[in-house]
């Protein structure tokens, strides 16, 4: 600065007394720079007292003064300024006051607004000082900036960032400004030279050490972001590109400053938001991504699946803080608008009702209950209890509610008196879905929100027909819909849609007889239309209803039984003979009444359609759970409908009846035992049924015993088959390359071993350990999943669990070294993490009660760790083994003699190693085992001599006297 009264030499010392980087002790510089300031005072005459008070306003000494925003008293007090600086040496005296204020500015972090405000001031007056031709404060100021960026107090690093950030955001405003007037003229007060120097000193301090800086730098960035071409905005070292770093910052406070100040002008970024806003590892981050794309992104600009998985995260975060429920309803105000196609709510009353009437039903479009039901359920009831509140209907009764939505005939909203709109309307399939779902969630919202059964009962009325008209509704659909052939989506739509209706059967009045007579009626019509295209889903969710309001209790299996095996009957029936009527006692019958031949040399063959419809029913019967013994006719469902069904050439209809008999299987052991070979063949030749006969094999397994279910399968066998061949199959399966197949035998795995601790299987234990580490597990998520949750869940069931655990670990290593399938482990497997792994899943920490008094496994875990070494010092796995060592927690170690041996263990290792520069690590780990070992054994003999001295004490005592005698 050519006007600047301070000398170079001064300049320097003030420099040298402020530390250059930020892991130095601060400074104290006040003495310095009054000593400094005082000196420039002296040296010029005296300011008048208007003159003064110019030059203290201007140099907001105070960090309370408040912001000055009107642009008349700005002008003002630059005025002010200007005739102060006009005097002879008031330009020095200026900046030497503006100097010290913003020192003493910046060194508190107390009333940070205020002081923030001084700098916002100070930033101002420098700026339009400039276009006065009075570029000394401004330099002043950009040096000031240079000059501290480096200080080791943080909150001054965290103000120059303020500061800086509002030199070139002003800059910016005052330039874009002058070329709005102007757009020839390109004039900007700072230089290149400044701009570039502050932008560079906050690129840097982004890195900063204290994420009190890193965010303040965060928000100065931010305000430099331009509405910039895609090209211009990914450059290197760009504002945006800056900010987009930082997304992933360590520190959570500067993650959600960049999520609120970051300009989302692509889809990319947006991606980047949403999964910020479902997979941070801070609720307050996910929080505030959240409510970024409330606020910010418009619905249609989300993908479907973002959109369910933004509505599952906002109802997450609903649930475990209700504090924050607001969020639910920032996003219902935002997104029904979007889906009526507003951008601001309508004025009128009644044109807002009418809005909000509708508000639910438009949203439902923009969902997907096929594929996520439950969360498109929770939201549309949330949704109607928002429009009832904003309707000012939440004080009135439910169905006053129901009757303004009624009222709005032009919606897909159905009730009473025009269901027939969902065939007679003409609507399209997603139409027809969406209407439906809505109609249930209409009625699950009457249920919950109504108090009284009147309130109930007059929107039951509103809403649904009668039970008869319902049923007619529900056949006449099914029959218009499921009759053709359709495209796969097409055809899952309209099973949703079915599936929809049927859930609205329990709303139903259990005391109308007629009505339930009419919907068994219905039900059998359906089911044994053979005209119709049924899925197992729709059958299952027919047999389920038809159990739960028709043979509700126990005591009806026998007669719900026998009618199902009338309808399987009758199925086949038809389907042998269309023309013909089923007499009373042709039952369940496939491939063996004698009504099937004609002649001896021609058998009358079952359609294929029918056999899987008769599957599909009988699967679905046995997956309510309700037979738990066989009986005469559960034995004929086994031998004419299952055994025919599993010859099937449909692949879906063999697993049906696998299924099915697997149940069987599962409750009968003469079933399970005739059926083995049958299983074990088709899991050696089908590999599309592999996963179903696995699970068959491993629920006969937990509930007829390992031992049972392992010498039928061996006897199935030529050869003589030991009791771990079970095991090994699953084994065996478990490195399948389809991900299915593999999942299943390592979850049956999992199960067998939460059933039983066997010593044998040790090994297969080591391969599952291994496999949840083996990063090729990743491609395969249900399976990592399963691995990642059975070790943890494993180690804290038993302390029997736990010694399987220490008897794996030689194992386990063994494998890693031996195993061609592990050939270059150390560079693919986190070995580490195994390690680690090993030595967290067998602390006491995990055990509870009993076991937990038996004492730790560690010690047997260290004796196998030190035998490991002793056996080869240099094993590529020696440091694993070190660090295992030093992971392993010593103060629950009680048995002062095991440790005694423990020591001397260690210190046979140690004398094992030569004194080299790689094994020096070992020893150092060792040795530092070995002293906390003694200080444990230190720990243990003053606790016990206390208790000694303890006893004494109360022996000595009168009381203890009196006690003896």
Known sequence: MSNSPVSVSETASVRSASCSTPTSRPVSRQSIERERVMMVLQSKSPVSVSETASVRSASCSTPTSRPVSRQSIER??????????????????????????????????????????????????????????????????????????????????????????????????????????????????LSEEFRSS???????????????????????????????????????????????????????????ITLKKLMLSSKEEVDLVVNMALSDSEERVRRAAVVRLIKDVNLKILSIKQRMDLVQAVMNIRARNPNHAGILNDLLGQWLKTACGREKLPEGNEELISFYCTASSHLLRFLEPLTQEKVSHDLMLHSLHYC???????????????????????????????????????????????????????????????????????????????MRTFCELIERYTTSVLSNDEAEALFALKNFTVMQLLKLISLFDDGDPSGWKSWRCMCENILSNMQLKLSSTVVNEFIKQMYTHLWPSIQNNDEALSSICDLTSSIVHKALFPNATLLASQTIGIGNNETMIESENNDVSVDDNAIYRCIMIVSAMLKTNRYKQMNTLLRGVLENIIEKSVVAADINCRQLAFEAMGILAMYDRRVAFEKTILIKETLEIDERLRPTMLNILCNMTLLHGYAAVSQWYGSSSNSQTSNTDVLQVFAEYSESLDQETSFTACECLCKMFLKEANPAWVGVLSRLLLKAFDPATNDNAKLKACLVTFIPVFAEWSREHQLLLVEAFPETFDTLRNDQQFIGSLSRINVGAVGSCLVHATSSQLLTGDDKQKGPVHPLLC??????????????????????LMAIDVNDWTDIAQINATIVDVEDVVDLYSDTEETRAYIRALTNFSKRLRKRIANLETSIAGRKVSDLDVKASPAGSDLIH
Not at 434 to 457: G, P, Q
Not at 863 to 884: G, R, T
Request: hydrophobic share 40%; with cysteine; proline share 3%.
């Open 198 to 256: 502050l932008f560079n000193l906050l690129s840097k301090r982004l890195l900063d050490i204290s994420p009190l800086v890193r965010s303040e730098a965060l928000k100065a960035i931010a305000t430099l972001q331009d509405q910039q071409s895609k090209a211009e905005n990914y450059k290197l070292n760009s504002p945006k590109r800056l900010l987009l770093a930082h997304l992933n910052d360590v520190s959570d406070e500067c993650r959600v």
């Open 388 to 466: 009832r509140d904003r309707m000012g209907l939440d004080s009135y009764e439910v169905h006053d509610f129901i009757k303004a939505l009624n009222r709005n005939v032009g919606d897909i909203n159905l009730h009473r008196h025009n269901c027939s709109k969902l065939i007679e309307e003409g609507w399209s399939s997603i139409e027809q879905a969406n209407a439906v779902f809505y109609w249930r969630c209409l009625l699950d919202f009457c249920k919950l929100k109504c108090i009284t059964e009147t309130d109930w009962s007059e929107c039951h009325y509103r809403l649904l027909p009668t």
């Open 76 to 189: 003002e007090r630059v005025k002010m300024i200007l005739q102060a600086l006009k005097i002879p040496g008031g330009i020095e005296r200026y900046l030497a006051a503006l100097r010290f204020a913003l020192e003493l500015t910046c060194e508190k972090s107390n009333d940070k607004e205020g002081r923030i405000n001084c700098l916002k001031m100070s930033a101002h007056v420098a700026l339009a000082l400039t276009q006065e031709n009075m570029h000394e404060p401004l330099q002043l100021l950009v040096e000031f900036c240079i000059d501290m960026s480096d200080l080791c107090i943080v909150v001054t690093r965290s103000y120059v960032c303020a500061l800086a950030g509002l030199l070139l955001n002003l800059n910016k405003l005052i330039a874009n400004r002058l070329k709005d007037r102007n757009p020839q003229a390109d004039y900007s007060p």
């Open 863 to 884: 004796q196998k760790i030190l035998a490991a070494l002793s056996d080869d010092p240099e094993d590529d796995y020696a440091p694993v083994y070190c660090n295992m």
